[in-house]
Structures are given as C-alpha cells and as structure tokens.
T-cell receptor
Framework: NAGVTQTPKFQVLKTGQSMTLQCAQDMNHEYMSWYRQDPGMGLRLIHYSVGAGITDQGEVPNGYNVSRSTTEDFPLRLLSAAPSQTSVYFC?????????FGPGTRLTVT | GENVEQHPSTLSVQEGDSAVIKCTYS??????FPWYKQELGKRPQLIIDIRSNVGEKKDQRIAVTLNKTAKHFSLHITETQPEDSAVYFCAASINMLTFGGGTRLMVKP
C-alpha cells in the first residue's frame, strides 16, 4: 500500500512551457485534491475531485487544469508556466475526513 | 467560502512549557477540524482532529478544543520537546479542507 505518490519530486521549467504533475493513490478514495504551498505560507486549494469524471475549482485554479478519468489518478497540468507558479505542489486523497498527502513536487519556473 | 485564520504565526517556548495555537473559522457548517504538523521539506502529517459533535479530544501530550458557538478551536501541546519544533496548520472542512496560514513553533532546549 503506497498511499499517495507524486512524480516528479523536482522540476525546473522555463516560462511558457507546459507540463503535467502526476498523482496516484491506491486507497480507493473518492476525494482527491491539489494544493500549492508557497514559501512560509499555508496550503491553498487549486482543484479537487469528488470522484472519477468530476472535478471542480478551488481557491487558486487559474493556469491549471485537471482531469479524473480513474479513481486512482489525478494529474495536474500547467498550461503555460509562469514564475508565479513556482511553489511546492501537494496532492492529497481523502477518506471522508482524514486527508493523506503525497510527498510533494517542488516546481521552479524561471 | 470558508475562511480560517490562525494565530500566532510564530511561537517560541522553552522545553517543557506548554504551547497553544488558536484558529477561527467563518462557516458555521464546517464539521471537521484537523491539525497538521509539517517538518521542513516534508509533507503535512495529521496529528489530531476533532469533529463538531465533541468539544475536546486528547492524545497523550496534545489536545484540541472546539467552541462551535464562537467558531474557534485550539491546539494545546504540553511538556513541549525540541522534536515538536515544526510548522502547525489548522483546517476546517465542510467537504474540502480550508487551511489556516500556519504557526512556526520553536521549542528551545
């Protein structure tokens, strides 16, 4: 049981490039979400999903897309990277109440 | 939507003292209030949580209290140890979590 996994661990992008952050969970949780955490700050919700085929926007969705074709996977796509998207990205899955976080992806946009 | 405020933003205590972190929330429909500990470079880890049908919960040296009327909840750590040093986040949830801004706790030996 791996829990929540994220790849890659680190990524450097140039402004304007696109990429996908991968997130997978093997706990059969319906709820999954993506957060960003800027240095010295709390976690802000980007997008979330309440089940396969259903996604919704969180607090800071601009510049990001998500899809949920399976219960296990919830990828986050950056459409055209900007320096303001430099952050640590955490994926999480939720068992009704308790939220399980992945290890994070540290993204730098130059 | 929900808004969660957390205070203080930094807290320094002597080893063995108690530490208290407070949070307020805005949406009276919130029914789940977890606390997370995040060490440097690591993911947030759940340390204790409380649901809206109870007023207090304890787990060894940590406890959480909830006042639904006033819409605030607090984390209490007793007999602090250097390994308690970390950033602590509160959160409130109806269906998705909204996090407070975090408290950096430093426990001095």
């Amino acid at each position: 049981n791996a829990g929540v996994t994220q790849t890659p661990k680190f990524q450097v992008l140039k402004t304007g490039q696109s990429m996908t952050l991968q997130c997978a969970q093997d706990m059969n949780h319906e709820y999954m979400s993506w957060y960003r955490q800027d240095p010295g700050m709390g976690l802000r919700l980007i997008h979330y999903s309440v089940g396969a085929g259903i996604t919704d926007q969180g607090e800071v969705p601009n510049g990001y897309n998500v899809s949920r074709s399976t219960t296990e996977d919830f990828p986050l796509r950056l459409l055209s990277a900007a320096p303001s998207q430099t952050s640590v990205y955490f994926c999480a899955s939720t068992d009704h109440y308790e939220q399980y976080f992945g290890p994070g992806t540290r993204l730098t946009v130059t | 939507g929900e808004n969660v405020e957390q205070h203080p933003s930094t807290l320094s205590v002597q080893e063995g003292d108690s530490a208290v972190i407070k949070c307020t929330y805005s949406d009276s429909a919130s029914n789940y209030f977890p606390w997370y500990k995040q060490e440097l470079g690591k993911r947030p880890q759940l340390i204790i949580d409380i649901r809206s049908n109870v007023g207090e919960k304890k787990d060894q040296r940590i406890a959480v209290t909830l006042n639904k009327t006033a819409k605030h909840f607090s984390l209490h750590i007793t007999e602090t140890q250097p390994e308690d040093s970390a950033v602590y986040f509160c959160a409130a949830s109806i269906n998705m979590l909204t996090f407070g801004g975090g408290t950096r706790l430093m426990v001095k030996p």
